[in-house]
């Protein structure tokens, strides 16, 4: 077990945070160095399942996370012409024990951040620190930090890149690994005031990437006393990559509201949706990599998106950082050498991550509509028996994240 020696934590996202809160549970000391100079509520919405909300509870976190969010209780799956082709319960709703939530991930954000202050320190959490290096020795690691127009170095047990999709512990630790690698479809998140939908606590999705697809959830209830809900919007485009690098960027609804022009359903009018937008719209490429045979070296390994990124489609990218981080805690918190506490961490976690991957980049979570636009080409139907039958929508309905072989990356 490690004792009197902190693991330094690059990077204050989801991930990261939650393994200082893991650690601290653990009694296993750790800092956390984060490059924005103030870390702010950024971002739009993020939905965490049931497996994810269960850890949260054991950190004694779900009480204020469900104060803020919107608890998931359905699934509904359409066609572009907003015919239902498949719904289902969510969270509790579907016997869980634990919700899945909704949530802005400004709120998430947050409510983690305020815990990991007030249990291991606000002095821990140190803001304005760009990862440049790292390395290590024998009993040892270290991280180099740029802040301001001071360059530091801070040793540790361990050094943990929580530092997402454009890691620079990742690169560090594989110069040559495998790049990120485009999906071909393009996405614009944003948020919009509007009132319930459906149940009013409904996960909707609607047609696919090729002509357009849009995920719609609510994410804070009643904000302006006139019982109207904060709702996020995600938009899927498939279109050539403008931006090799995959870096988010500032974006408009005039960018593709167009495709959603003639989408006015029953139950939800999609562009009086987006006319109601809200504050930043962000573009973001639909980006993933290649699953590598290994996440560490020594005693420095990655975590969350600096391990495994994956195309943000199944709800899963934030999931299973918080599966990650309680794994390693638990793994470091061992009475083992930490290159074996490692060792097993990436055991137990790297082939299930993988399977992800590989199982987003087939757009498992989209096969449904997909077969069932494949069967009636693209149009309306009469009666959606007469297209797929129940039985086989049940099966399609289940990801199946297995059947995708792992081929480990050749650079590492």
Not at 97 to 117: C, E, K, N, T
Not at 184 to 212: K, Y
Not at 256 to 281: E, K, T
């Amino acid at each position: 077990m490690l004792t009197n020696e902190d693991v330094i934590i690059v990077g204050a996202g989801i991930g990261g945070l939650v393994l200082a809160l893991e650690l601290h549970a653990h009694g296993v000391p750790c800092r956390v160095f984060e490059a924005a100079p103030e870390i702010k509520p950024l971002g739009m919405g993020i939905n965490i399942q049931p497996y994810a909300t269960e850890v949260l509870d054991g950190l004694g976190l779900l009480e204020a996370l469900e104060s803020h969010a919107v608890v998931t209780g359905e699934f509904l799956f359409c066609n572009q012409h907003g015919q239902e082709i498949y719904r289902s319960p969510a969270g509790r709703a579907a016997g869980h024990v634990f919700p899945q939530l909704s949530i802005h991930r400004g709120d998430l954000h947050a409510v983690l951040l305020d815990a990991v202050r007030s249990r291991i320190g606000s002095d821990r959490v140190s803001t304005g620190w760009r990862c440049v290096g790292t390395g290590q020795f024998d009993d040892r690691a270290w991280a180099t930090f740029a802040h301001g127009t001071e360059v530091s170095t801070v040793e540790g047990a361990a050094v943990v890149g929580c530092d997402g999709i454009h890691s620079v512990v990742y690169r560090e630790l594989f110069p040559y690994g495998p790049a990120l690698r485009y999906s071909g479809t393009n996405m614009w998140r944003g948020t919009s005031v509007f009132p319930d939908f459906l149940s009013g606590a409904s996960m909707v999705r609607a047609g696919l990437p090729a002509e357009g697809k849009i995920v719609v959830y609510p994410i804070r209830r009643d904000i302006d006393g006139r019982g109207n809900n904060l709702v996020n919007w995600v938009v899927e485009i498939d279109t050539p990559l403008s931006d090799p690098t995959g870096v988010t960027a500032l974006g408009r609804t005039e960018d593709f509201a167009d495709r959603f022009a003639r989408w006015h359903f029953d139950w939800l009018d999609i562009p009086d949706l987006l006319s109601r937008s809200v504050g930043p719209v962000l573009e973001v490429p639909m980006m993933d990599r290649d699953p590598l045979d290994r996440w560490s070296s020594g005693r420095i390994t990655l975590l969350g998106d600096a391990a495994h990124p994956l195309v943000p489609l199944g709800s899963n990218g934030g999931g299973q950082a918080v599966l990650d981080a309680r794994s390693l805690a638990s793994h470091l918190a061992e009475d083992i050498p930490v290159e074996q506490a490692l060792d097993r961490y990436e055991e137990e976690r790297r082939a299930h991550t993988a399977s992800i991957v590989l199982g987003d980049r087939r757009g498992v979570v989209d096969l449904m509509v997909r077969e069932v636009d494949r069967r009636t080409l693209g149009l309306p139907f009469e009666r959606l028996s007469d297209v797929i039958s129940s039985e086989e929508l049940a099966v399609l309905a289940v990801p199946n994240y297995q059947d995708a072989e792992i081929e480990p990356s050749p650079y590492v």
